[in-house]
């Protein structure tokens, strides 16, 4: 220790500090003390009482302290004590401890001779919370470039996009009716440059808009169940528009998304065949469902809606078509698999059943619209209730039937005369429902109500195997 000069006389610090004392103040000021022997074994060594590593370096004492060491700091602990036997001014040194049982950790120590036997003695601070806040410092530092990049990524392709479509967009804020964004295509319409937009007033761009009005009737629009358009009139090149909102929020601000079109590229050229086949959509006499390839109804008319007693479209759109089919899946199933497989089916007898639960016998043709950009069925209904009672009521039996069947009286028993016309009649049926099913067997069963083994019996019965290889089970 160096003598103080204090009032004209040399005081001693050890004399005025006592020895315990000093080394509490240097134990809490540095984590670590550490005493040296000449040779580098540990004579002493005492950790701060909070320190994590406090019971791994209280058995370095006895050991030689370049054990505890890595190896890159074995030569900068050995380069200091070389240094400190040369008399030359030494500053702090970081070395690495190393243990079996904990990961490695940096100290940085003072080195300071002591007189007593040349011991060293090693004052050190604990360098791992520094190490610590310098990785999270990097981790932060790499997440927000990160975010940086990803930022840049999405403005890039935000502003390729808005600049690449020909679509005319507009973004602007509800809360000050300002533009906040334009892509070119917009400009044009408006008669200005995209720069120019981006800040100015959206409702100045027309002509009899104030602010407000015209912020307040396009928040009103994009809310709209009904989705109407909002007709203006530009101001600078007089022409009219009419803008298709749609509001949304971002970072807590609500935002309008306006697509801009020119009014006379807005409204298609009248068409009268759509025209007309709008009004036999709505007011025809046959009930007509579109439904999606799974078989979903997506649309229906009001013929429908009274054929299955529905009070609304609600209550049938979004329900599978089958809900409405007393055989249900069966039916569906032909129906869908057979126009999607051929592109139509003509004249399919079966049941609707309606919300009530009531039946009514119709027949069914059903049409792919696989050209559109999303395919559709649609299947046209007409009630069969009249038919059918003419059926039972034996009109349909015509006098060239009954002649033919009397033609068979005397030449045959009656025995024969009926098996033989009920094997025609299956004949016929067993054809039929393989020529709606596009001969798949297993459909066929089930639309005749026979289990398969039962129609392979009567279609070899009636040698029809052969004109049927081809059947899909």
């Given at each position: 220790?160096?003598?103080?000069?204090?009032?004209g006389?040399?005081?001693?610090?050890?004399?005025?500090?006592?020895?315990?004392?000093?080394?509490?103040?240097?134990?809490?000021?540095?984590?670590?003390?550490?005493?040296?022997?000449?040779d580098g074994?540990?004579?002493?060594?005492?950790?701060?009482?909070?320190?994590?590593?406090?019971?791994?370096?209280?058995?370095?004492?006895?050991?030689?302290?370049?054990?505890?060491?890595?190896?890159?700091?074995?030569?900068?602990?050995?380069?200091?004590?070389?240094?400190?036997?040369?008399?030359?001014?030494?500053?702090?040194?970081?070395?690495?401890?190393?243990?079996?049982?904990?990961?490695?950790?940096?100290?940085?120590?003072?080195?300071?001779?002591?007189?007593?036997?040349?011991?060293?003695?090693?004052?050190?601070?604990?360098?791992?919370?520094?190490?610590?806040?310098?990785?999270?410092?990097?981790?932060?530092?790499?997440?927000?470039?990160?975010?940086?990049?990803?930022?840049?990524?999405?403005?890039?392709?935000?502003?390729?996009?808005?600049?690449?479509?020909?679509?005319?967009?507009?973004?602007?804020?509800?809360?000050?009716?300002?533009?906040?964004?334009?892509?070119?295509?917009?400009?044009?319409?408006?008669?200005?440059?995209?720069?120019?937009l981006?800040?100015?007033?959206?409702?100045?761009?027309?002509?009899?808009?104030?602010?407000?009005?015209?912020?307040?009737?396009?928040?009103?629009?994009?809310?709209?169940?009904?989705?109407?358009?909002?007709?203006?009139?530009?101001r600078?090149?007089?022409?009219?528009?009419?803008?298709?909102?749609?509001?949304?929020r971002?970072?807590?601000?609500?935002?309008?998304?306006?697509?801009?079109?020119?009014?006379?590229?807005s409204?298609?050229?009248?068409?009268?065949?759509?025209?007309?086949?709008?009004?036999?959509?709505?007011?025809?006499?046959?009930?007509?469902?579109?439904?999606?390839?799974?078989?979903?109804?997506?649309?229906?008319?009001?013929?429908?809606?009274?054929?299955v007693?529905?009070?609304?479209?609600?209550?049938?759109?979004?329900?599978?078509?089958?809900?409405?089919?007393?055989?249900?899946?069966?039916?569906?199933?032909?129906?869908?698999?057979?126009?999607?497989?051929?592109?139509?089916?003509?004249?399919?007898?079966?049941?609707?059943?309606?919300?009530?639960?009531?039946?009514?016998?119709?027949?069914?043709?059903?049409?792919?619209?696989?050209?559109?950009?999303?395919?559709?069925?649609?299947?046209?209904?007409?009630?069969?209730?009249r038919?059918?009672?003419?059926?039972?009521?034996?009109?349909?039996?015509?006098?060239?039937?009954?002649?033919?069947?009397?033609d068979l009286?005397?030449?045959?028993?009656?025995?024969d005369?009926?098996?033989?016309?009920?094997?025609?009649?299956?004949?016929?049926?067993?054809?039929?429902?393989?020529?709606l099913?596009?001969?798949?067997?297993?459909?066929?069963?089930?639309?005749?109500?026979l289990?398969?083994?039962?129609?392979y019996?009567?279609?070899?019965?009636?040698?029809?195997?052969?004109?049927?290889?081809?059947?899909?089970?």
């Amino acid at each position: 220790m160096n003598p103080k000069t204090d009032g004209g006389r040399s005081h001693s610090v050890g004399r005025l500090v006592p020895s315990e004392l000093a080394q509490r103040i240097i134990t809490e000021a540095y984590e670590i003390v550490v005493v040296l022997e000449r040779d580098g074994v540990v004579r002493l060594a005492t950790v701060h009482e909070d320190q994590p590593v406090r019971s791994h370096v209280g058995v370095w004492v006895g050991q030689d302290f370049r054990s505890t060491l890595t190896i890159e700091s074995v030569e900068k602990f050995d380069a200091q004590l070389a240094l400190m036997s040369e008399g030359a001014a030494l500053r702090p040194v970081e070395l690495n401890h190393r243990g079996e049982a904990i990961p490695e950790f940096p100290v940085s120590y003072r080195f300071h001779a002591l007189p007593e036997e040349g011991r060293v003695l090693l004052l050190g601070r604990d360098l791992r919370p520094i190490a610590e806040m310098q990785q999270q410092l990097i981790q932060s530092q790499l997440s927000l470039e990160q975010d940086y990049e990803e930022r840049r990524q999405f403005e890039t392709r935000y502003r390729v996009l808005m600049e690449g479509t020909r679509t005319a967009v507009i973004f602007v804020s509800v809360a000050t009716g300002r533009i906040i964004d334009a892509n070119r295509a917009a400009a044009q319409i408006l008669g200005t440059e995209a720069e120019d937009l981006v800040g100015a007033a959206f409702a100045q761009e027309f002509e009899g808009r104030r602010r407000g009005e015209l912020t307040e009737a396009l928040t009103s629009s994009a809310v709209s169940s009904s989705l109407l358009p909002v007709d203006l009139t530009v101001r600078r090149v007089r022409r009219r528009v009419v803008l298709y909102p749609s509001l949304f929020r971002a970072a807590g601000e609500r935002l309008l998304l306006c697509r801009l079109e020119r009014f006379d590229l807005s409204e298609p050229a009248p068409d009268a065949l759509a025209d007309r086949l709008s009004a036999f959509y709505h007011d025809g006499i046959d009930a007509i469902a579109f439904v999606d390839p799974t078989g979903i109804v997506e649309a229906a008319n009001e013929a429908f809606l009274s054929l299955v007693d529905s009070p609304h479209g609600g209550a049938v759109t979004g329900r599978p078509i089958a809900d409405f089919l007393t055989r249900g899946v069966l039916d569906a199933r032909v129906l869908l698999d057979t126009s999607q497989r051929t592109g139509f089916l003509r004249a399919y007898s079966a049941r609707i059943v309606g919300l009530s639960g009531a039946q009514v016998p119709v027949e069914i043709s059903a049409t792919f619209l696989k050209d559109n950009a999303k395919p559709q069925v649609v299947l046209v209904m007409r009630d069969a209730s009249r038919l059918e009672v003419a059926r039972r009521s034996g009109v349909a039996v015509t006098e060239s039937s009954v002649r033919s069947v009397m033609d068979l009286v005397g030449s045959a028993s009656l025995k024969d005369i009926v098996a033989e016309t009920t094997d025609v009649v299956e004949k016929l049926c067993i054809s039929t429902a393989l020529e709606l099913t596009r001969n798949n067997r297993m459909a066929a069963a089930d639309l005749l109500g026979l289990s398969r083994q039962s129609l392979y019996v009567k279609l070899r019965k009636f040698e029809m195997i052969e004109t049927d290889h081809d059947a899909e089970d």
